[in-house]
């Protein structure tokens, strides 16, 4: 899916702690290991009784026994032991999880104080769409190699922290941090994104987690349109149509393009 990119933004991967397959794999290996330990307990009750039974294929049935018994009540001890210890496991994996996604969680709760602010201004704001949009733009300027000429941003160019990065892994939390109205007529929205991220630092690939504060504005006439796209906009002189992702006016006509009157524009990137 990442190939795909600016195709496909909106998409992550949340990891799960215990899939059906970890589950199921319980029983097959309490079972192995209970046939084990009844092979075992029979072939030593039958050589141990061997000498003694009369006539010694009788040693056999008691073998055979032996080993029906203990693989019932083996399989029984077996997968109560595997089971404690799994469960110890699981516990001390949450835990973990839970330690390292901490300021995911807390992020995600103000989704809903993110779309309350937004549709104050816009009823059809749609804060799935709206995170898919952050997370394109990261990308976007992420990636560009000059971000001089781009109509999505207009913020300082040199961003060195960026220009290391070769893949960006967005990890499913976006945190509303605050929104005011500028100017009397554009709409600033200060929100931090939450990563993985990976980076080429002197020919080495080092990963790492990292959160970007993002200050994104428009303007407040510009209202959710689901069909725009920064990639085939129309010029409002000429209405000649190009991407503008990396254009500051149009290219048929020459006059300026202002992304702001029509979507979001990131103006400030912090990590």
Sequence with gaps: MKQLFPCVTNFYLLSQLAGGRSVEKIIPTVRNVAILFALGVGAYTTVSTWGQADPHYAALLFGVGAALLAGFLGFIVFYLIFSLFYGIFMMGKMTTQAITTADVQSAAM?????????????????????????????????????RTNMSIYRGDPNLPDLDTIIDIDYRGAMKYLNSSIQNGNDLVLLVRIYLNTTHLINGKVVTKKEDYNMTLVKKLTAQENYGFSIHAVNCKTCAASFDAMHLLQCPTCGTPYHLEEEDWVVVGLKQ
Excluded: H, W
């Design 110 to 146: 103000t989704k809903n104080s993110l779309t309350k602010a937004m549709q104050r201004f816009d009823p059809e704001f749609s804060y799935d769409l709206f995170e898919g949009k952050v997370i394109s733009l990261f990308r976007a300027i992420a990636y560009s190699e000059d």
